[in-house]
């Protein structure tokens, strides 16, 4: 599989190959860097088949579900995390070189399904230039403003990142970036892809830059 592996989170099923419109800015960004995003649906992920084409990488998109919306009914913790069991056992099965960077929900899905902990906001996120508070150095936030500002959609965020994971970036929300510590395995809260709503005042959306540092590290 010569591109990058987009795994899109959300329930309803698109037809095979087709992006979502909210993601319109991601594949131009790619091919700039030499790169094609691949579609699929979680539904339609096979792990042995996809393992034995190889991704140059993967990345888990956003949702409207939430990992926890069953719990009012199962009690037991990560009740959902049993419909994407097909996107952990590919994660599990990828080889150890292979990037990953999980996109809000797809944050979020990394850091239970490595035992992590999520927990419900006050109020909906929604904001097109929201800061981050805190940071510590990581090439994918090499170049952004200070401090950097993306895009947010959200309503849970990630209280304790799965085991392997250390933070590194936060806002007045929490959590916003992880990173493996010893896989190239990054999640972020916020939504790089969708720069295009960003209006900085000067020079390039922080969400368009974030992009290219991941791409280019590819």
Excluded at 193 to 202: G, I
Aim: hydrophobic share 40%; aromatic share 8%; proline share 10%.
């Amino acid at each position: 599989m010569a591109g990058i592996l987009f795994i899109d989170m959300w329930p309803d099923v698109l037809p095979e190959g087709q992006l979502r419109e909210r993601y319109r800015d991601l594949p131009p960004r790619a091919l700039a860097h030499g790169r094609t995003v691949i579609p699929l649906h979680f539904s339609r992920v096979v792990p042995a088949a996809i393992l034995a084409d190889r991704p140059q990488a993967v990345i888990i998109s956003g949702s409207r579900t939430n990992l926890v919306d069953a719990l009012v009914d199962d009690p037991e913790d990560g009740a959902l995390l049993s419909r994407f069991e097909a996107v952990t056992a590919l994660l599990e099965g990828l080889p150890p070189a292979t990037p990953v960077l999980g996109i809000c929900f797809g944050h979020q899905y990394l850091a239970k399904a490595a035992g992590g902990h999520l927990e419900r906001m006050a109020a909906d996120r929604e904001e097109d230039d929201f800061p981050l508070s805190e940071s510590q150095p990581d090439p994918l936030l090499a170049g952004l403003g200070s401090p950097p500002r993306f895009v947010e959609r959200h309503l849970w965020r990630v209280a304790q990142p799965g085991a392997g994971y250390v933070v590194v970036a936060r806002s007045s929300d929490g959590v916003e970036m992880v990173r493996h510590r010893t896989l190239p395995r990054v999640g972020v809260q916020f939504h790089p892809e969708y720069f295009a709503k960003q209006r900085p005042a000067s020079g390039l959306p922080d969400g368009r830059i974030f992009l290219d540092n991941w791409l280019s590290s590819l």
